[in-house]
């Protein structure tokens, strides 16, 4: 059973940066596709960002260019650093992970591990 914890979610004015780690444990870390989420308050989960084994990434459009996720094997831990936030960025940010993508890589319903999540907050 892997088990995902996020961290490093906090307050930071519009401009600003901040990096999100995600440590995993249970599974063959270099092994997984590695993935973050996002979820506003009133809105649907959607997909940030995506890492496959191999170092491949891909990026939702709204974030393309300011974020960049990467991945640590020997740490068993992937990242997310935000650069240029934005208040439409403020939302919960979700880690999740799967040994592969059962859908699309951009679906949540791809995956079946999930972290609990960590609040980022982007003041105007």
């Known amino acids: 059973q892997v088990q995902l914890v996020e961290s490093g979610g906090g307050m930071v004015q519009a401009g600003g940066s901040l990096r999100l780690s995600c440590a995993a444990s249970g599974g063959t870390f270099s092994l997984y596709v590695m993935n973050w989420f996002r979820q506003a308050p009133g809105k649907e989960r959607e997909f940030v960002a995506h890492?496959?084994?191999?170092?491949?990434?891909y990026y939702a459009d709204s974030v393309k260019g300011r974020f960049s996720i990467s991945r640590d094997n020997a740490k068993n831990t992937v990242y997310l650093q935000m650069n240029s936030l934005k208040p439409e960025d403020t939302a919960v940010y979700y880690c999740a992970a799967d040994r592969y993508i059962r859908n699309s890589y951009s679906s949540s319903s791809s995956y079946q591990y999930w972290g609990q999540g960590t609040q980022v907050i982007v003041s105007s």
């Open positions: 890492i496959r084994s191999g170092g491949n990434t």
